[in-house]
């Protein structure tokens, strides 16, 4: 069984900076592509970034391109987010993903538990 914990939540100003990790394990942990969603009470999760293990090919939500930057360390099956300028409208819950890549995009087969960032003004 594969499992996803996040870490580096946390309370942050406005202008300053996070890095989220998400460390995956289990036996047959083999996901091609590992990416970052957020959510907020009451409204859907949206996607922030994902990234694929072998080749390192990114991609990111409009809302934060230039601002955040996603990585792996595909030897410790680590998924890291830099978040920098984070705005209070960046507060939600982050989950870690990863899963698989089909004709149709990425399917994502595991979830983390959420971590909380909070962005005060």
């Known amino acids: 069984q594969v499992q996803l914990v996040e870490s580096g939540g946390g309370p942050v100003q406005a202008g300053g900076s996070l890095r989220l990790s998400c460390v995956a394990s289990?036996?047959?942990?083999?996901?091609?592509?590992m990416g970052w969603f957020r959510q907020a009470p009451g409204k859907e999760r949206e996607f922030v970034a994902s990234i694929i293990r072998i080749g390192g090919n990114t991609d990111y939500a409009e809302s934060v391109r230039g601002r955040f930057s996603i990585s792996t360390d595909n030897a410790k099956n680590t998924v890291y987010l830099q978040m920098n300028k984070l705005k209070p409208e960046d507060t939600y819950v982050y989950y870690c993903s990863a899963g698989g890549r089909t004709v149709y995009g990425p399917r994502w087969d595991y979830w983390g538990q959420g971590t909380q960032v909070t962005v005060s003004s």
């Open positions: 289990g036996p047959s942990f083999s996901s091609t592509i």
